[in-house]
């Protein structure tokens, strides 16, 4: 176990968010934003793109429109980016998933190209099970503030989930139950996880059981993740990499 997987082993038990925290934290964003107008065009000499697709997933109640800025940005680039076009995410992996497993399915017969998936915040947990179902189609996996570690309990909805009921413990124990019982991923996997995210705790975003997964850290909100030119670089040179 590597040094960031020790240390989020060892504060995971700090590592909850709350509804103040969030809007506190995420007060960063508009800094994200300025940034990406200041850098877009340095970040368009990153590597260009061979085509292949490139399915972003939004996060959880977010749709097409909150990738909007990253498709555009790597259809410049030379590839084929697009939205997963199912409205909103409304966190229901176990539904989402075989949807986007179909659409990577009909991309990947249409093209006879294997498809990378990027995933904001829970469309990463998304990817990677898709990833898990059709390790033949999918060329890569880029999470963006993922908590594929502990679910919910480590958000900024933990508190409004535990008021309405959820066991929150019960699921962290459930998602630790499948993770152990899961095949290892056998695509790469970059996970970017911010200590400036407001809506899910960093340990939530790193992974204890496939030790092939590589971490990233930036700096950066929750929310700024779509818009920061530092996961745009990282992002970029992950596609453009064998």
Request: proline letters at 6%; glycine letters at 10%.
């Amino acid at each position: 176990m590597d040094a960031i997987r020790r240390e989020a082993a060892s504060t995971m038990h700090t590592a909850r968010r709350s509804t103040s925290q969030a809007f506190r934290m995420e007060a960063e964003t508009p800094r994200q934003l300025a940034r990406l107008a200041l850098h877009y065009p340095r970040l368009l000499g990153e590597p260009h793109g061979d085509g292949h697709p490139v399915l972003f997933l939004p996060g959880y109640t977010a749709s097409d429109s909150s990738t909007r800025s990253l498709r555009r940005f790597f259809r410049r680039l030379g590839y084929d980016a697009r939205g997963w076009g199912l409205g909103r995410n409304t966190g229901n992996v176990a539904k989402h998933a075989p949807q986007v497993a179909t659409m990577v399915a009909g991309l990947h017969a249409a093209g006879g190209r294997r498809v990378s998936l990027v995933g904001w915040s829970m469309g990463g947990v998304v990817a990677r099970e898709v990833a898990l179902l059709h390790p033949d189609k999918v060329r890569r996996v880029i999470t963006m503030g993922s908590p594929i570690t502990g679910g919910p309990k480590y958000t900024a909805f933990a508190d409004q989930l535990a008021s309405g009921g959820v066991n929150l413990d019960a699921i962290e124990a459930h998602i630790h139950r499948q993770q152990r019982a899961s095949p290892p991923l056998r695509v790469p996997v970059t996970a970017i996880f911010s200590r400036r995210d407001g809506v899910v705790a960093w340990q939530a975003c790193i992974d204890q059981i496939n030790q092939a997964v590589e971490h990233v850290e930036v700096e950066s909100s929750h929310l700024g993740l779509g818009f920061d030119p530092e996961v745009y670089r990282l992002i970029a040179r992950r596609l453009a990499a064998p």
